[in-house]
């Protein structure tokens, strides 16, 4: 199993003796490299032959090059340490604080986010995260960042919150009718993966209002980084063994232009930098006034519109803030899922579960 590095400065030396600098990641569960060649963009899986170090040199052998018989060395960079190549682990949590949900269908939910963190989000953001369900919902051990499942949210409450020692958590609301709230779990627990403190901003291209269309305008915007709201709309999540997730952003999405063959979010549904989907939105900092703006889309049969959110109190996150003006006017206008979609949804899983239980009687 490699260890978690994250983002890390290499050079590739071919066998001719050519290089060239690249960004990698080492996914934690899997025996290769994800690399992106600086120059052109795009995403290889590269297999290693041999455990991943902190420092050295690494043979690796790509399909393409593995057809010509050639080798290429991978070594870290000066540039590059050993003390910030490991990322420490967080540990997630669900805890359904409603005791409604059954047990089976909350351990399904755990093990599909699971593997969204370590399998999904490590492609495109350096995290390092597990994530795991507590079916006693009376303690939260230490060193675990909780998901509550509630019954339900007071207005001006979101879903992101801070202890008194300002720790992240997130507060998720229980919908018994259909399976969104696993989509809210996904979304509230990338976005405090990414930015566990909800004040991380993001310098990119300004972004106004024509129409029904979101352009790009003359400026810059301090955008506050929030991984999945541009498109977390239900209509774009996808499915990890019958549990729905949320789709996110990709660090491309704050790029100045567009690039071929990037991906903007992890679906492919935002095709183009601060693309704002139907039914999503984004915040930023405006430079002269220093207030919290925003484009909210919420409504798919109306045009976007911008919203002043004011000026954050200081002893607020600005996601906190965020989300205390939002959170419920999104869900006001969210799509649900049909009765036939989400009969097919409860079938899949019933099915899983039925060959689970069967192929437990090999063991027992």
Known sequence: MLPALGAARFVVITGGGKWMEILANAGPLYQHLIVEAKRSRRIAWVPVNQPLRASGTIVILSARQ?????????????????????????????IDTTGQIEADTMAAAA????????????????????????????????GMWPVLIVDDLPPGEGGFHMTQHNQPYAKVVNTPDSDEWTIDASHETIEMLVDPYGNRLQASAAIGISGRKIEDVRGKFEYLVEACDPCEANKHAYSIDGIMVSDFITPDFYDLSPTPNTRYSFTGAIKSPREILPGGYISWVDPQSNRMMQILWVDPSKPPQLHDLGEPPKNMSLRNFVESNTYHKVRKYRTQPTKSVLGARKKYRADLMEVARIRARHYL
């Open 111 to 142: 093990e599909a986010l699971n593997v969204q963190v370590t399998r999904d989000l490590p492609q495109f953001w350096s995290i390092n995260a597990t994530v795991s369900y507590r079916p006693d919902a009376t303690s939260v051990p230490q």
């Open 66 to 94: 593995l057809a010509r018989r050639e080798r290429c060395q991978i070594a870290i960079s000066a540039n590059s340490t050993h003390k910030g190549a490991f990322m420490l682990q967080i540990k997630v949590v669900l």
